[in-house]
């Protein structure tokens, strides 16, 4: 349901929130989380433009988070890299369907049901989560 971009955005955020107070390199980040070194520069570049991630050049530097874990939400993260945009038409596109359609209804709530998860869990709370992981489906 996310992009691969947003998903690999989500894991550089949690290594820095991770190594908060430590500017890991972009080597470091791409090694730790198992993004491709490609990707890596990228993702961080649009966490560094949205301002989540400060950006320090020369020896000894890095990437950091621009405020600490718990006053990031994955909602901030997931805005920074991908074009989130709720539904405004009918996907069947059946014009006759000007306003919320059965289907657009259904989509239209699990976008936002969505949204509201994202914006209530921090860096943080992922972070002092110590449940088990177990996969919603194979990947």
Excluded: N
């Excluded at 349901?1 to 998903?7: N, R, V």
């Excluded at 890991?24 to 791409?30: C, F, H, K, L, W």
């Excluded at 993260?77 to 596109?93: F, H, K, M, Q």
């Amino acid at each position: 349901m996310l992009h691969k971009t947003t998903e690999y955005a989500l894991r550089a955020g949690l290594y820095l929130a991770g190594h908060f107070g430590r500017s890991p390199t972009r080597r470091e980040i791409a090694k730790a989380t198992h993004i491709p070194s490609r990707y890596v520069y990228k993702v961080l570049q649009s966490l560094v433009r949205a301002g989540l991630v400060r950006s320090e050049v020369g020896r000894g530097g890095g990437y950091s988070l621009a405020r600490e874990p718990d006053g990031l939400t994955l909602w901030d993260i997931v805005a920074a890299t991908a074009s989130v945009e709720r539904i405004c038409a009918c996907p069947l596109g059946l014009e006759s369907h000007t306003s919320l359609c059965p289907l657009h209804r259904q989509l239209d709530a699990a976008y936002a049901a969505l949204e509201d998860a994202l914006r209530q869990r921090t860096l943080g709370d992922v972070l002092r989560d110590a449940s088990p992981i177990v996969p919603f489906s194979p990947c």
